[in-house]
C-alpha cells in the first residue's frame, strides 16, 4: 500500500459525459501528480500540482482539467469524453516536486 | 520530445535464471526510476537513482544509470514466480520549466516466469 487512495475505482460512463476522479497523496506530500495509461500510449504524465498550484503541464487535452485542494487531495475532471479515454488514471505524489512519486492504485474508465 | 526506449518489450524464462532490460533516451535524465506493475495495481518503485554511474541494489535487483545520463538497466537475478509483472523505466529531467517533476516512462518490459 503506497498511501494514495484514489476513488472511485472503476467507472463506465458515455461518450459525452463528464467524471471526476479523485486523488488523496500520502500523508505529508505536497505534490500531486496525474498519468493516464492506455494500451497504445503507455504511461504519459498529464499534469502536476505542488501545494494547491499548478507546477508542470504534459500531453493534457483542453477537455481535461485538474485542482488541487487546501487540504492537498486533486481530483481530475474529464469532460466531453470520447470512445478513446478508456484509460488507467494514476495519481501519484511526492514530498517535493523532485522527490520519488509513489502511484495508488488507478481509476479504470470505460467509455462506452 | 523526450522518450525512453526499453528493450526487450516480453521476457520468458524459467524460475532461477537472471533478468536484464534496459532503457535508452534520445535526452538527458537528472534521475532513473524502475517500477514495478502487476495486474489491478499501481507502479510500485523498486530502485531510484540520482546519480550518473550509481549502481544500487534492492535485494535481488541491481540498477545502475548510465554514464552518459541517457540510459539505465535493471538486472534482477534468480528470478522466482513472484517477479512476475511489467517493469518500467522512469526518466526525470532537470528542474525547472513546464517539465518541472514530470516522469517520462518507458513502453515497459513484460516478465513471464516459468516454475
Known amino acids: 500500500d503506497s498511501g494514495v487512495t484514489q476513488t472511485p475505482k472503476h467507472l463506465i460512463t458515455a461518450t459525452g459525459q463528464r467524471v471526476t476522479l479523485r486523488c488523496s497523496p500520502r500523508s505529508g506530500d505536497l505534490s500531486v501528480y496525474w498519468y493516464q495509461q492506455s494500451l497504445d500510449q503507455g504511461l504519459q504524465f498529464l499534469i502536476q500540482?505542488?501545494?494547491?498550484?499548478?507546477?508542470a503541464k504534459g500531453n493534457i487535452l483542453e477537455r481535461f482539467s485538474a485542482q488541487q485542494f487546501p487540504d492537498l487531495h486533486s481530483e481530475l475532471n474529464l469532460s466531453s469524453l470520447e470512445l478513446g479515454d478508456s484509460a488507467l488514471y494514476f495519481c501519484?505524489?511526492?514530498?517535493?516536486?523532485?522527490?520519488?512519486?509513489?502511484f495508488g492504485p488507478g481509476t479504470r474508465l470505460l467509455v462506452l | 520530445g523526450q522518450q525512453l526506449n526499453q528493450s526487450p518489450q516480453s521476457m520468458f524464462i524459467q524460475e532461477g535464471e537472471d533478468v536484464s532490460m534496459n532503457c535508452t533516451s534520445s535526452s538527458i535524465f537528472n534521475t532513473w526510476l524502475w517500477y514495478k506493475q502487476e495486474p489491478g495495481e499501481g507502479p510500485v518503485l523498486l530502485i531510484a537513482?540520482?546519480?550518473?554511474?550509481e549502481l544500487t541494489s534492492n535485494g535481488r535487483l541491481t540498477a545502475q544509470f548510465g554514464i552518459t545520463r541517457k540510459d539505465s538497466f535493471l538486472n534482477i537475478s534468480a528470478s522466482i514466480p513472484s517477479d512476475v509483472g511489467i517493469y518500467f523505466c522512469a526518466g526525470r529531467a532537470n528542474a525547472g520549466g513546464t517539465s518541472y517533476g514530470k516522469l517520462t516512462f518507458g513502453q515497459g518490459t513484460i516478465l513471464t516466469v516459468h516454475p
Open positions: 501519484a505524489s511526492s514530498v517535493q516536486s523532485q522527490e520519488t512519486q509513489y
Open positions: 537513482l540520482y546519480k550518473a554511474g
Open positions: 500540482y505542488y501545494n494547491g498550484e499548478e507546477r
